[in-house]
């Protein structure tokens, strides 16, 4: 007997990749549902080559079902994780509402998936930042041989991660910009067209944003409290993916050699490190890929023990559908869950 799995938020850029990547690894679903809000009940998504229509979240009873993938946003995860939970059925939510919570499991599959069993204090697994996830992935097998004491990550992060309204802002502000048109901001407090914001989320007393913050508290939770992180995020005019340039300080002495052939070896990620124009990996690139590709291992020179490198992932698979769906995988593998019995 397979699984019951709904997807909250379906109708949204993360809720669509949650359903391609579920039929694209062949989860073991007898049943996955679509839940939007009442705006979209009826609209049809893709799952494979099925189409389902939407449901409303608000009436759909989780009595039967076993994992509900959350991608509905903060304050829908605040109202309803809880519900869901507490009716027996896991929920995994890509929103920032639960991933600081002590009781709620923080997890990177490649990373920490030891600490999957913990959800049972609420039922509730939380899926990190799309900046975090592949940054995590990329620093743990080097962090395993070497120990990570500081980092200094410069962020590139595409539109895709502000939503759909934000790729439709960077489409129509370049056609304009072509045309000769009046650029319109909406989504964003400046022009994204053609130019660099170096701003997501809002900002902090400190000066640094919701993002930058988010950044270093995730790392500390996920892979070690003792790391120093400080981030620079920058949104950037592509559509997808995100990449970011990243030094690293570490405890023991390690070379860029050395952390080729670790990397080269470790889950979730592939080395595309060529010293010759184009021996690297950009975001195009990795737009529809599941792994965090890592370029440029160089030494850093100003520290000792350091090394500099360039990342880059799909922040709508490896930054959050895919991650949830890994996270599912994960408690199937570790026979944390199974098929509940269904309701009559």
Not at 89 to 107: E, K, M, Q, T
């Amino acid at each position: 007997m397979g699984f019951k799995v709904a997807i909250a938020g379906a109708t949204g850029n993360v809720g669509r990749e949650m359903l391609n990547i579920l039929a694209e690894r062949r989860f073991p679903a007898d049943e996955v549902i679509p839940l939007a809000s009442s705006r979209s009940i009826g609209v049809e998504v893709s799952y494979g080559d099925r189409t389902l229509k939407c449901r409303h979240l608000d009436t759909y009873d989780f009595s039967d079902t076993d994992i509900c993938l959350m991608s509905a946003g903060g304050s829908v995860s605040k109202e309803w994780s809880p519900k869901i939970g507490a009716l027996g059925c896991v929920v995994i939510d890509n929103s920032s509402a639960w991933r600081y919570d002590a009781d709620v499991p923080l997890i990177v599959p490649e990373v920490n998936a030891h600490a999957l069993p913990e959800f049972t204090k609420r039922n509730i697994i939380a899926n990190p930042n799309c900046s975090t996830a592949q940054l995590v992935v990329a620093l743990k097998p080097l962090h395993d041989v070497a120990k990570v004491k500081r980092v200094v990550v410069s962020t590139y992060q595409s539109v895709s991660g502000a939503g759909k309204d934000a790729m439709d802002e960077l489409f129509a502000q370049t056609r304009a910009v072509f045309v000769s048109d009046q650029v319109e901001n909406k989504k964003f407090p400046k022009r994204i067209a053609f130019n660099l914001i170096p701003q997501i989320d809002v900002f902090m007393e400190d000066g640094y944003t919701k993002e930058e913050w988010k950044m270093m508290a995730e790392t500390k939770k996920i892979l070690d409290p003792k790391i120093k992180l400080v981030a620079t995020c920058v949104r950037v005019p592509v559509f997808i993916s995100h990449s970011e340039s990243v030094n690293v300080e570490f405890e023991k002495p390690i070379t860029p050699e050395e952390a080729r052939d670790i990397l080269r070896d470790a889950p979730g990620c592939l080395v595309i490190d060529k010293h010759e124009p184009g021996g690297y990996i950009t975001p195009h690139e990795a737009a529809g890929e599941d792994a965090t590709y890592i370029s440029r291992i160089r030494e850093d020179a100003t520290v000792e023990n350091g090394l500099a490198f360039w990342c880059v992932s799909d922040n709508l698979r490896k930054g959050a559908a895919l991650n949830a769906v890994q996270i599912a995988e994960a408690l199937i593998a570790q026979k944390l869950i199974k098929p509940r019995a269904k309701a009559a």
